[in-house]
């Protein structure tokens, strides 16, 4: 053999080598690593209280967060890490991680463009157009965050418009929370790759956004959702996350019809009042189901039921939310705004009202049943249908009255699915895994689901969890409206220790 020959033979068995070992390496590498140098270095100016501030940060866009996607224009996700703030460097090293989570009306959150910073949501979801009495102009939570110095995650997900080729579903419940456990899962699984803290993951959403948030926030590490998981490649990590923020959150659908006829029964829609027969038998039972929940008031006001719901309202919520605005107004401002308002009485810095002469003032939005309708075409019914069912009933109120037949029961299947997007379910459960800290905020006029929503589930994380709760409506706010985006930021600060 030649020289040649024996250098030609080795550098072949050298490239073979070297391809084989590329082959075991490429098998090995890890699909759900953050390419944490895959990034464009990006500037924005965001109006904050302090002014207007400038930011450079790290943009990585549309990275999968699954080894499996179904579809990876839904579940990948968007991460913006703060370098510099007005020519200040931020070190993200620990800084809380905020997951804003823009789904809105149960929809799909597609995350596959390229020159947004968030995902594009459904129906209410940010970035939108407003509804009246929305954010509105001011800053978005994202961007508020990020000037903060905290990390931004923005999760795409599955949802209930997601149709593939065939005509089958793929996005009906419990896609939406899967995906947002997955997307959990993948902050978990690069600790110290993807800067900042991973048990200080906040999320954050509106409406079916703020609902969502709900249930990532109490069901934390419920194995009810591992087969989902394990089916899409999410990694395996825990999926907890420290605290849980919702605005305006369409939460508790199955329990959401009977608490609308306790709020609006009595109150017209534009064409009348409701079937009044059938009004009467959802508020039977809620009440019912107000006292399988066995809730307690706050400073003793003990068991709380259907019969003084309007009290313990009146009492923590509304009433304190009249003052806190009216104690704002200048007294021509608040003088107007009474004359106005014949139904508030106004006397030593302390508004009094009817809790009936409230709900009028709001007037009532969604026709019966407000959730599960009759008709199947409200977005509800379609969160809960199957591969191969567009909508589905997800009470048996509203089956047994759409089918006629008294004795119709649900499929198990949607039983369980009902569960999976329940935050009560988890709560009710004393799930060990429930985020530790929470921020609900709701509007006082917002009708698309009634005030006891919220307040339940403020008073079920206290009463099971002992969770620290703050829960706060907005006066006269309206459906996802935030009257106070950056006292949002500064508790953030405030429960992670990062404004110390
Ligand atoms: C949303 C609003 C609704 O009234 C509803 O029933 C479901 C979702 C939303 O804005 O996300």
Known sequence: MTKTMVKTITLAITAVCLLMCEGVFAQTKDPLLFPKDNFTVETKRVKTAAGEKKITYHAYMHIPYVAKPVDKDYQSLNVSIPVSIDGVQVNTTNAPIVLVIGVGGYMSVRNASSNHAHPEGGMGAPPRVPRPGGMGAGSDRGDLALAAGYVVVS???????????????????????????????????????????????????????????????????????????????????????????????????????GAYEWMYGNTPVSSGLVDQK??????????????????????????????????????????????????????????????????????????????????ASVGR?????????????????????????????????????????????????VILQRNMMNPMYFVGQKNPGCAIKWWLRNGTRDNDTSQPIMVNLATSLENNLNRDVNAWDFWDAGHCQDNDPESFIAWIGQITGHSK
């Open 278 to 359: 059938l009004s009467n038998q959802l508020k039977a039972l809620n009440a019912e189901y107000q006292v399988s929940l066995h809730l307690e008031g706050k400073n003793g006001f003990g068991p709380i039921t259907a019969d003084n719901y309007g009290d313990y309202l009146m009492q923590y919520y509304l009433v304190p939310s009249a003052n806190k605005f009216l104690k704002g107004l200048t007294d021509e401002k608040r003088k107007e705004y009474l004359d106005n308002n014949k139904w508030i009485n106004w006397k030593n810095n302390e508004a009094t009202f009817s809790f009936k002469d409230y709900v």
């Open 365 to 413: 939005m969604k026709n019966l049943p407000a959730f599960d309708d009759f008709e199947n075409q409200k977005p509800e019914p379609s969160e809960f249908g199957s591969a191969t069912v567009d909508t589905r009933h997800f009470t048996e109120f509203s089956l047994r009255h759409s089918t006629g037949n008294a004795n119709a029961t649900l499929d198990t299947d």
């Open 155 to 257: 999760p795409g997900c599955r949802g209930r418009d997601n149709k593939a080729a065939d005509g089958t579903f793929y996005g009906k419940a419990p896609a939406v929370i899967v995906d947002l456990k997955a997307a959990v899962r993948y902050i978990r699984h690069n600790k110290g790759i993807l800067p900042g803290n991973t048990e200080q993951i906040v999320s954050v959403g509106c409406s079916a956004g703020g609902a969502v948030s709900a249930v990532l926030g109490a069901s934390g590490n419920s194995p009810l959702y591992d087969f989902y998981l394990k089916e899409i490649g999410a990694a395996d990590e825990r999926d907890d996350i420290y605290a849980c923020a919702c605005y305006s959150p369409i939460t508790d659908l199955e329990h959401a019809d």
